[in-house]
Structures are given as structure tokens and as C-alpha cells.
């Protein structure tokens, strides 16, 4: 990808998906509405072999689970898949709320259902968050070599990620005039001057 690479702003009239983020603005998009959830599919380009395309897929669920046992289900669930091997996790935040990620190798015969298929190198990475009751998958997927090449689109969907604020939470905060923290933590005793008695 080259530095010029322009980007397009993400955002829906699905409530569910309730986020905006900056991807590619040559890549295609796709809303998907399933049984247990929504999301957007973001097609990126084709391998030079033309057997498989890297993506991007934010998922939205609810919420039934811990972080942690969210990414032990991930790999519970991919680790049938040939040579998968687990190649990092972290723990941080992103858009404010605490997250894990995993980043995974594995190996399936591309392409797909044919007889002339051949084993292929796949590395995903996965970020998983929890905000208000739903859980959110950022699923970045490609061929190795294509991995690398284009990482840069999904670390600025990640920089770029942010929750929609709704409306009504927005008009509230702006008639609201915040209290320092300083005051909240304080004692009464921490106002007394020792010059006053009663």
C-alpha cells in the first residue's frame, strides 16, 4: 500500500452497528445481517494466485462472555485447522473499553474446493472488546504475503475505531456541567481551614 492511499469513513444506519472507522476507499463494503449478528464485511484485494481475498470483518454480538474467554474460544475453535499455531496475544483498550487480541497461522489448500488446491499460509489477528452489552470482533484476514503488505489498513481501522455517541446522550452531556474529580474525592475535612469554629 502506498502512502497516498486515500480512505473512506465507515458509518451506518444500523443501529447495531453503532461505530464508525476510516478504511480503504478502494475496498469493497458489505453490511451482513445474521441471526446472532451483524456486521460489516470489508473485501480488500485478491492474492496474486487469485485464489483467496483479504478482509476485514467487524462483528457485533451479544454480549455472554469475558474477554479472556472469548479469545480461548477463538483458538478452542480454529485450532482444528492445519499447522495453526498462535503467534502473539495482547491485552489493552481500544475506543476507551478494555480489549484482547490474538494474532494466529494456520494453513488451508487454496484455492477452496478445487483438486489442484495447495496448502496456503493465513494469518488472522482479532481483536475483541466489550462495550454496553454487546461484544465486538475487529477480524483482519489474509494470505501471509498479503498480510504484511496491506497491515496498514487494519491498524488504522483499530487508530480509527470509535463508538457513535446517540443523540439523546449527546443533547444530555452538553446541558451537564462536569464536576471535578478532585472535588469527589475529597474529604469535608479537607475544606476546613482551621480559622472557623462553631
Known amino acids: 500500500m502506498t502512502a497516498l492511499q ?3 469513513r465507515f458509518t451506518s444506519t444500523n443501529p447495531n452497528l453503532d461505530f464508525s472507522f476510516l478504511y480503504p476507499s478502494d475496498w469493497a463494503v458489505r453490511e451482513v445481517q445474521g441471526k446472532e449478528y451483524d456486521e460489516v ?3 480488500g484485494p485478491r492474492n496474486e494466485e487469485d485464489t483467496y481475498n483479504l478482509s476485514i470483518i467487524v462483528r457485533v454480538i451479544p454480549a455472554n462472555s469475558k474477554l479472556d474467554t472469548l479469545v480461548m474460544n477463538y483458538v478452542e475453535r480454529n485450532k482444528h485447522f492445519s499447522n495453526f499455531r498462535e503467534i ?7 475506543a476507551d473499553t478494555e480489549a484482547a487480541e490474538i494474532e494466529v497461522g494456520y494453513t488451508i489448500p487454496l484455492p477452496i474446493n478445487s483438486v489442484n488446491a495447495k496448502e496456503t499460509l493465513v494469518i488472522e489477528r482479532i481483536i475483541f472488546l466489550e462495550h454496553g452489552d454487546r461484544l465486538y470482533e475487529i477480524a483482519y484476514k489474509g494470505v501471509a504475503r498479503d498480510y504484511h503488505r496491506y497491515l496498514e489498513a487494519f491498524r488504522n481501522v483499530a487508530r480509527t475505531f470509535e463508538f ?3 443523540d439523546e446522550q449527546q443533547a444530555y452531556r452538553s446541558m451537564v456541567i462536569s464536576t471535578p474529580s478532585y ?12 480559622e472557623h469554629k462553631s
Open 164 to 166: 457513535s455517541e446517540p
Open 88 to 94: 502473539s496475544r495482547a491485552t489493552g483498550s481500544l
Open 183 to 194: 472535588a469527589v474525592r475529597e474529604r469535608p475535612a479537607d475544606y476546613n481551614s482551621g
Open 41 to 43: 464485511f470489508i473485501r
Open 6 to 8: 486515500s480512505y473512506s
